[in-house]
């Protein structure tokens, strides 16, 4: 084992004794109109902070508008995005007394369609309306049904359009395309 010399201080005091000569003064920030600061040195005495604490008041009132519209905006998404929105779209589209008063390329009325009212599949209350459009002319769309029981289907109350300036043409008639059918109402032939 090579021993090596260690180097020990004089004495305890040289140990803590500054080992630069002068010290630096703090500079003030800068004033403002002072000119333009060219350099910053590290000790500069810091700026002085405002005591606003009141200064978030004036902000929340604009990230509420915008925390409700993103709220808005994601809740109307699922709802466009949902199979009852889809399937009454479809059905709209095949119907032959919507493409008489539609036209066809029966769509939503605008880019980013508005869906009004409760789609609650869970609790079985679907009552929606929304603006659609062909190529004759524009109309609302409305779309009511209801499951009475907790295992039952849905019944549909109504099913309906009404042109812009025209009076509501209901369109469930005899022939509901959204009927469901079970097992026991279906006549097997042998």
């Known amino acids: 084992m090579i021993l090596r010399p260690r180097i020990r201080p004089a004495s305890i005091r040289q140990l803590f004794k500054q080992q630069h000569g002068a010290r630096r003064t703090i500079v003030a920030a800068p004033k403002p109109g002072s000119g333009p ?27 509420a508008i915008i925390m409700v519209g993103s709220m808005l905006a994601i809740f109307n998404y699922q709802k466009t995005s949902s199979s009852v929105v889809s ?36 609790h079985g209350r679907i009552d929606i309306s929304y603006w659609v459009k062909g190529t004759k002319g524009k109309a609302l769309m409305r779309f009511k049904s209801e499951r009475k029981t907790r295992m039952g289907l849905f019944e549909t109350l109504e099913w309906s359009i009404q042109p812009e ?25 042998v």
């Open 165 to 189: 300036g025209g009076e509501k043409i209901s369109l469930v008639g005899g022939n509901d395309p959204f009927k469901q059918e079970t097992a026991d109402s279906i006549a097997v032939a």
């Open 37 to 63: 600061l060219m350099e910053r040195r590290s000790d500069r005495a810091l700026p002085s902070i405002s005591t606003g604490s009141y200064r978030w008041l004036k902000t929340m009132p604009i990230f």
């Open 87 to 122: 399937s009454t779209l479809y059905a709209l589209r095949t119907n032959p007394e919507a493409r008489q008063i539609l036209g066809d390329e029966i769509y939503f009325a605008s880019q980013i369609p508005w869906i009004a009212g409760e789609l609650n599949q869970l």
